[in-house]
């Protein structure tokens, strides 16, 4: 059956010699795996372009439930990314943000809030004018809690860590995560780069303990170097 949806695009994988297998978060069928024939030629239908990492997409797919490759009809970009290709700090944490979703986002149905929240953060991230250092950060809590285990303080997120992390560290870290998360995107709040490396690796940690599939996010060795420059 032709359906309808927005996608936002995960990851890529070259498939024999001219086709891509291609994960696409979507609003009304939750993660997919598209098969995209020919895309690598010269005559391509849909350009290598539209299923780059965070693409955000208009699709029509052919769709059967409980299959575990589908086919992609059509596939338009209805919001081109200005900034994040060409600024080195927006890049280096859609990269790192991709990864995590590509391990996280497991579920295969409708939900349409946590898609919405994914578009319109990742549309933040591209137009805005303001601080993006601690985007990562606070797009991590916020995503913690569409999947099922955030919490509903920085108190409560260190009690549940205090086992991994010692009282000196706790006590320097929970405030300033404290004010991140009532900050929302965008605002300047003051932590020296060690507490900023601190603080994501400890979320990283949480996730790690949440959901043991996690594993390893390569990424974040990039974006470290590109936050300490």
């Known amino acids: 059956m032709q359906r309808k949806t927005r996608g936002l695009v995960i ?23 598209y ?15 539209l299923f780059q990492p965070l693409t955000l997409l208009d699709l029509e797919v052919y769709h059967k439930p409980g299959k575990g490759l589908h086919r992609i009809s059509e596939a338009k970009c209805y919001y081109p990314y200005q900034q994040i290709p060409f600024d ?15 391990k ?32 990562h950060i606070q797009f991590l809590w916020e995503l913690s809690a569409y999947l099922g285990f955030g919490s509903s303080s920085s108190a409560e997120f260190f009690s549940q860590m205090s086992p991994w992390i010692g009282a000196e560290k706790i006590a320097s870290l929970s405030p ?3 004010e991140l ?12 780069k060690l507490q900023r490396k601190e603080l994501v690796a400890i979320m990283l940690q949480y996730y790690q303990i949440h959901m043991e599939s996690i594993g390893e996010i390569r990424s974040w060795q990039i974006l470290q170097e590109v936050m300490a420059s």
Request: glycine letters at 8%; zero cysteines.
């Open 11 to 33: 990851n890529n994988m070259r498939y024999r010699e001219t086709s891509l297998l291609i994960t696409i978060y979507t609003a009304e069928f939750g993660i997919a795996s």
């Open 35 to 49: 098969i995209e024939n020919g895309v690598r030629s010269a005559k391509a239908k849909h350009k290598m372009a």
């Open 181 to 192: 998360i009532g900050a929302g995107y965008g605002k300047t709040v003051s932590m020296t």
């Open 104 to 135: 996280v986002l497991k579920e295969e149905e409708e939900n349409i809030p946590l898609f919405d929240f994914l578009e319109e953060s990742f549309q933040f991230l591209d137009k805005t004018e303001a601080h993006v250092e601690n985007f």
């Open 88 to 102: 080195i700090i927006k890049s280096s944490i859609a990269l790192f943000l991709s990864e995590v979703l590509g």
């Open 176 to 178: 300033i995560l404290g």
